[in-house]
């Protein structure tokens, strides 16, 4: 909690005082940040424990401004379980956006779809998950002013909020699917053993991130929603190689589309 406080405290001291709407964007979705009318902009390496980004797509900046009339905080770069954080490291951010005063939380991640019916270069809105990382953020002692010890997930991304984007998706033209999103523990892409049981499982999209970020926003009673650009199409039967610069080419591709549903939303809720 010091830490979490120091980390808050730093950026407070920054400028950073009437956010409520956090941001995170994921793998090659960080061109959002460029509609953001920033005022401050602090990189991550200089905020005390503050985790330091080790992907090439991710820039590790916080972005503070204003966004179609409201005050937001973007992450714009997030961590991963494959980067050797622990997933308490990886949702570090999370706490202190909730100290400094973050009301609503909206992520989004690159997923290679597993859903036959979804293809690369669609949005997939995130209803479910099912949770395949090996370890979870609330394990060891709980800190009761964050959250509850046994923090309901029955209704994980927020029902409101996710109609309110598939309204903004139909006005605007977007496909925007629904489904449900498994993290794995990656770097590897899957097998196609993998895919298939994944398929099995119930899993729309599979990716490598989000989740830890979205148990700790239930934790804290944080309403949170993700979208998943899909970047890739894992289809078992029929599959193949796939690189990291197509699946960032495809990112930018179908971020414009995000771009507009994420800015739309925010100044609507």
């Known amino acids: 909690?010091?830490?979490?406080?120091?980390?808050?405290?730093?950026?407070?001291?920054?400028?950073?005082?009437?956010?409520?709407?956090?941001?995170?964007?994921?793998t090659g979705l960080g061109n959002l940040a460029l509609q953001i009318d920033a005022e401050e902009i602090?990189?991550?390496?200089?905020?005390?424990?503050?985790?330091?980004?080790?992907?090439?797509?991710?820039?590790?900046?916080?972005?503070?401004?204003?966004?179609?009339?409201k005050k937001v905080l973007?992450?714009?770069?997030?961590?991963?379980?494959?980067?050797?954080?622990?997933v308490r490291e990886i949702t570090y951010p999370i706490r202190v956006m909730n100290l400094l005063g973050i009301e609503i939380l909206?992520?989004?991640?690159?997923?290679?779809?597993v859903n036959p019916n979804f293809k690369k270069g669609e949005l997939m809105l995130i209803d479910d998950?099912?949770?395949?990382?090996?370890?979870?953020?609330l394990r060891g002692k709980n800190f009761d002013e964050l959250g509850p010890r046994f923090p309901d997930m029955s209704q994980p991304y927020n029902k409101e909020i996710n109609a309110l984007l598939k309204v903004?998706?139909?006005?605007?033209g977007i496909t925007l699917h629904e489904g449900v999103y498994t993290p794995v523990a990656g770097p590897n892409l899957e097998t196609r053993a993998e895919y298939r049981y994944l398929r099995t499982i119930g899993t729309d999209?599979?990716?490598?991130?989000?989740v830890p970020e979205v148990v700790v926003a239930n934790h804290m009673s944080m309403p949170c929603v993700a979208i998943s650009v899909l970047t890739d199409e894992c289809n078992p039967d029929n599959l193949h190689p796939v690189s990291?610069?197509?699946i960032l080419e495809i990112a930018g591709r179908a971020e414009k589309d995000l771009t507009k549903l994420y800015v739309e939303l925010v100044g609507r809720v």
Do not use: C, W
């Open 1 to 26: 909690m010091e830490n979490i406080r120091a980390a808050a405290d730093y950026i407070k001291s920054r400028g950073v005082t009437e956010a409520t709407i956090g941001i995170v964007l994921g």
């Open 42 to 69: 602090i990189d991550y390496a200089d905020i005390p424990n503050f985790p330091v980004s080790t992907v090439e797509s991710h820039s590790g900046k916080l972005i503070y401004g204003n966004l179609n009339g």
């Open 74 to 86: 973007a992450m714009q770069g997030r961590f991963h379980y494959y980067e050797g954080y622990s």
């Open 106 to 113: 909206l992520i989004s991640n690159a997923a290679g779809t």
């Open 129 to 137: 998950h099912i949770n395949m990382l090996p370890d979870n953020p």
């Open 168 to 172: 903004i998706a139909k006005e605007k």
């Open 205 to 210: 999209a599979v990716g490598m991130s989000t």
């Open 244 to 246: 990291i610069v197509e």
